[in-house]
Nanobody
Framework: QVQLVESGGGSVQSGGSLRLSCAASGFTSSRYCMAWFRQAPGKEREGVAR???????MYADSVKGRFTIYQDNAKNTLYLQMNSLKPEDTAMYYCAADPTWWLLLRPNDYNYWGQGTQVTVSS
């Protein structure tokens, strides 16, 4: 049974940092396309970053240069290091996975989702 459990969210001031974790179970995450999405109140879910099974990364323009996605295969865990956080980064952050090896950052392409972790950035 595929399961994704996010952690690491919290409240931070503008300019601060957080690291989100997504612990995967029931499958080998290194063989899946893994991604982070976020959804702010009243807005659609948007892609943040993707890490595919070949180690290729993709980022939304709004987070390039500030966020880094990476994976620890030994721990079967996906991470999102978020630096220089801004109030507009405030959202619920979700981890997603799909066995398709090449995906973009479109929510409908991913079949498995975690429950989310809240990130709040104050000015």
């Amino acid at each position: 049974q595929v399961q994704l459990v996010e952690s690491g969210g919290g409240s931070v001031q503008s300019g601060g940092s957080l690291r989100l974790s997504c612990a995967a179970s029931g499958f080998t995450s290194s063989r899946y396309c893994m991604a982070w999405f976020r959804q702010a109140p009243g807005k659609e879910r948007e892609g943040v970053a993707r890490f595919n099974s070949y180690g290729s990364t993709m980022y939304a323009d709004s987070v390039k240069g500030r966020f880094t996605i990476y994976q620890d295969n030994a721990k079967n865990t996906l991470y999102l290091q978020m630096n220089s956080l801004k109030p507009e980064d405030t959202a619920m952050y979700y981890c997603a996975a799909d066995p398709t090896w090449w995906l973009l950052l479109r929510p409908n392409d991913y079949n498995y989702w975690g429950q989310g972790t809240q990130v709040t950035v104050s000015s």
